[in-house]
């Protein structure tokens, strides 16, 4: 679904300010990634108009987590390359607006990475703690027109066929940023262990990760 504009439309200099905020946030962050400078609205409308996924990160400057993102996936070339094919949002948590966007994309903590399609839906939430090669061959998955990680949760527990693709952004969705929105907390259980064992033989060293959501 995608995500509803916030009700507050911001005056001209408001959103000069935010646009100031912005380029104040995005200064310390790898070059060779052209972040977008700007409040999130404008961010999807410029996705819809160049008909380009939105891709949002929710960092902050004094968190561990986000600088070994920066270090290890946004300063390699594998990803700056394919920063060109979206539309790179970059969320300072410290900023006054960010609890209110928080809250409208349910984030619950540092660092969030998320891929939304250009009509603002949600496809999928991109893992932290992989490689880089690892973490561009997802992006590449979610990048190719995939389906919405929501989706393919309802498919593969009701008896859908998947590709595999399809079990590579269940297997790699990061589960610890989603705040049960996908799968709720009391269904945790009996979800993972069912996508667990419903996992290609090929695949399972990648859907391992989903047997160790389960146990």
Known sequence: ?????TTD???????????????????????????FAGDVDAAFEAA???????????????CPPCAQIKATIFSRREFQERSRLFVPVYLDGDT???QKQGERFGIV???TMILFRPDGTEITRLPGGVDVMRYATILDVALADARPVAELVQA????GALTSNDWRLLA????ASD??????KAAKTATFRQLASSCPTELRPDCARLWFEYL
Request: proline share 13%; aromatic share 14%; hydrophobic share 45%.
């Open 156 to 159: 593969a527990t009701s008896g």
């Open 172 to 175: 790699y969705y990061s589960w």
């Open 179 to 184: 705040n049960d929105r996908i799968v709720p």
């Open 109 to 111: 903590g540092y660092p």
């Open 9 to 35: 439309v911001p005056s001209g200099s408001d959103r000069s300010a935010i646009a100031s905020a912005a380029d104040a946030a995005i200064a310390h962050l790898p070059p060779g990634i052209d972040w």
């Open 1 to 5: 679904q995608a995500p509803a504009p």
């Open 48 to 62: 819809r108009a160049a008909d380009k996924p939105l891709f949002l990160f929710w960092g902050a400057e004094w």
């Open 96 to 98: 006054p607006s960010a």
